[in-house]
């Protein structure tokens, strides 16, 4: 009974926000539409208090609870928290957009505060049940907020193929778990590393496990050849949906291919086999995503295959097996959701009732208009690039870096390559909004507020960041270190 009450409080702040959805939810039933400030407000005062709760309920030693579903962790804690921060802001950003477009509604809030719950869950997950409950709790929030736009063609054209691709995925995934459980007998992470490890296992169908299972994992982080749905989720969904797909579950994304991959399947004999693999998806994502990009006029969409291209980034860090690699994807992906978070945060910015913002025609003379605004764009368009001293170049530099040292410098000069090719398309969104007289139809100006503050904060972090970047990745190394296992 005592253990059980241990891990209830270990469990406390996934059961905070679980029950704060819920009471938001019963609230806004009884709520008009003028006080529906009360749920953006309620919601917020959740998703903080959420962020703080892991600090006081984690082990500093990785530990198994609720009969090896979950693993509490430093990581863990961590992860979660800055998952409950980036949707806070995510939320402030999005606030004159949703009222702007009837969308400042509870089941809005409901289904972000239940997709928060899923990344929680993904984070903490020691258990192939636990982690698919949570991508599918993520999973299916992400699909109704997409189509919350009922009047939008455009966005129920994106939900659906949101839905039917994400399907495919799901059973992709569940098959190559199905395959693990038949050659190991465990969907327990670590009784899973026992069974490889003791010899007990079958290799055969463990590897055939291991390819349905990267097939699963390319699709929801959208690499190439796995990449249709980016695009089109990116340019179809209401802006404010756009950018929490493209930020807070990025991080969860992470935790849940480091669980998987790292330490469920990270022995040796079996990462040769899925390093391949997943060198292949980065290959792919970074060509593809980085030369796409370049034919793009509408900025989501850029972003979008943009987002590919990061990715790939990502996957080349995870590629080496090491904690050096895994370490300079867990810097990576931190610093990519701040540049994410800015990116589409100026859309909602400069986007106005009846004019979304999204072409990059709508920046020209930014600069004239809103230079405040145009400098901290610069700066985050900067960062995608991997241009110094903003924090885009050392979180490139570290990936490289971790691939240069086991002797993969064809894959490190590619990745050279494909970003010299994504400073095109960064460089002529500066180009315009600097250098292109504006159209009367575009911006005039923004006045102050919540989301301009947030934005310049975001902004000037990352070129905080870009100058001082030692200690995020001595963090990032700690975090790694006290929470993976290695071979």
Not at 37 to 65: C, E, N, R
Not at 112 to 132: D, E, P, Q
Not at 155 to 170: D, M, Q, R, T
Not at 222 to 251: C, E, R
Request: proline share 3%; net charge neutral; hydrophobic share 50%.
């Amino acid at each position: 009974m005592d253990f059980q009450l241990l891990d209830l409080y270990t469990l406390l702040p996934e059961i905070f926000l679980l029950v704060g959805v819920s009471g938001i939810l019963l609230l806004d039933l009884f709520l008009s539409k003028e006080q529906r400030g009360i749920t953006y407000g309620l919601s917020l005062v959740v998703l903080i208090v959420t962020s703080v709760l892991p600090w006081f309920f984690y082990d500093a030693d990785p530990k198994v609870i609720m009969s090896g579903l979950v693993v509490s962790d430093l990581l863990g804690a961590a992860l979660k928290s800055t998952v409950c921060v980036l949707v806070a802001v995510g939320l402030v950003y999005s606030k004159s957009y949703l009222l702007s477009r009837g969308l400042h509604r509870g089941e809005y809030f409901s289904l972000t505060l239940f997709a928060t719950l899923g990344m929680m869950v993904m984070i903490s997950s020691n258990h192939f049940l636990s982690l698919y409950l949570g991508l599918e709790l993520l999973s299916l929030s992400l699909y109704a907020m997409v189509a919350l736009q009922r009047d939008s063609g455009r966005s129920s054209e994106a939900a659906i193929k949101y839905f039917v691709l994400g399907a495919i995925a799901s059973g992709m995934l569940l098959y190559g778990m199905s395959m693990i459980y038949g050659g190991t007998g465990h969907l327990n992470i670590e009784a899973i590393v026992s069974s490889v490890l003791s010899g007990q296992s079958d290799s055969n169908l463990l590897r055939l496990g291991v390819v349905f299972v990267i097939v699963g994992i390319g699709f929801k982080l959208g690499a190439v050849p796995f990449h249709m749905w980016i695009p089109d989720v990116y340019h179809g969904s209401p802006t404010s949906v756009t950018l929490l797909i493209g930020t807070a579950p990025k991080v969860a994304a992470f935790a849940f291919v480091l669980r998987l991959l790292a330490e469920a399947l990270g022995h040796p004999s079996l990462h040769q086999d899925w390093s391949q693999m997943l060198t292949v998806l980065a290959v792919g994502s970074l060509v593809i995503g980085n030369v796409v990009a370049i034919a793009q006029t509408n900025f989501k969409r850029m972003l979008a295959y943009s987002t590919i291209a990061h990715m790939g980034f990502l996957l080349v860090g995870f590629m080496t097996g090491s904690i050096n690699g895994y370490s300079a994807s867990l810097f990576y992906i931190l610093t990519y959701v701040l540049m994410a978070l800015g990116g589409f945060g100026v859309i909602l910015i400069l986007s106005r009732d009846g004019f979304e913002s999204e072409e990059l025609s709508d920046l020209k003379g930014l600069s004239q208009t809103n230079p405040w605004c145009a400098f901290l764009l610069m700066i985050i368009l900067f960062s995608m690039a991997g241009i110094p001293p903003t924090v885009g170049f050392w979180s490139k530099l570290f990936v490289i870096q971790s691939i240069i040292d086991l002797g993969y410098v064809g894959l490190a000069v590619t990745a050279v390559m494909t970003s010299l090719i994504g400073a095109f398309y960064y460089l002529r969104v500066v180009k315009i909004m600097y250098f292109d007289a504006s159209d009367s139809s575009s911006i005039n100006t923004t006045k102050y507020s919540p989301g301009m503050a947030v934005f310049a904060i975001n902004g000037l972090l990352l070129l905080g960041l870009g100058l001082f970047p030692g200690w995020l990745l001595s963090l990032c190394e700690s975090l790694i270190e006290s929470s993976v296992r290695t071979f």
